[in-house]
């Protein structure tokens, strides 16, 4: 299954302009959330993006809602808005998070979760599925521009409980387009460029 991996394009419409290109050699695309910015103008990039006629995995980032993303992407048929649910595709199962994990330090308008919260969303992911989080897990893919590492525990737990064969993130934007592994786990913080990603049975 040939997979298409972006985060974060906070209504840059010529970036998901990029993407629906990117998507016409793809079977699925994964969006790991961030479409609009500071919860305002989400249907910029998501009328652009509505376009793409294969399956589309969606989750939120902390930039708008579960609730917000839903509503923008009623129009797009072959879009699959997941937040602690999952969706199964030509045989394989994706797992969505939605929101910024833990807490962000941004204030009331960001779309955040604790640790707690994420833990007990996460403990419907199925074994196997393709994890699609707007965070990335503690340690990994998570180091802003000073080095700090911003990431998830809750996110990490569950890739070590649960080893997915692929976590597609985003959110921390100095760490975009970097890879990690965790076990047999690949970890892609995708970015909003598109990342092609062949994914194996």
Do not use: Y
């Not at 419409?13 to 793809?26: C, M, Q, T």
């Not at 009328?47 to 930039?63: C, E, F, K, Q, T």
């Not at 330090?105 to 199925?126: K, T, V, Y």
């Amino acid at each position: 299954m040939r997979l298409l991996l972006f985060s974060d394009l906070h209504q840059d419409k010529a970036a998901a302009a990029r993407i629906v290109e990117l998507a016409r050699n793809a079977d699925v695309v994964v969006g790991a959330g961030d479409f609009a910015s500071v919860r305002r103008d989400i249907s910029n990039c998501i009328d652009v993006l509505a376009s793409i006629r294969i399956p589309a995995v969606l989750v939120a980032g902390n930039n708008e809602s579960h609730d917000e993303l839903v509503a923008a992407c009623k129009n797009w048929k072959s879009a699959h808005v997941l937040h602690g649910t999952s969706v199964e595709i030509d045989g394989v199962t994706f797992f969505g998070l939605g929101g910024g994990v833990p807490v962000t330090p941004f204030g009331s308008w960001s779309w955040d979760f604790s640790e707690d919260e994420a833990a007990q969303l996460l403990r419907a992911c199925p074994p196997g599925a393709v994890l699609v989080s707007h965070s990335p897990p503690k340690g990994f893919v998570d180091e802003d521009s000073s080095g700090r590492s911003l990431g998830s525990t809750a996110v990490l737990d569950a890739i070590v409980r649960l080893q997915p064969p692929l976590v597609v993130c985003g959110h921390i934007h100095s760490s975009a387009g970097q890879r990690a592994k965790i076990g047999p786990t690949t970890i892609i913080n995708a970015g909003p460029t598109g990342i092609a990603f062949d994914l194996r049975p």
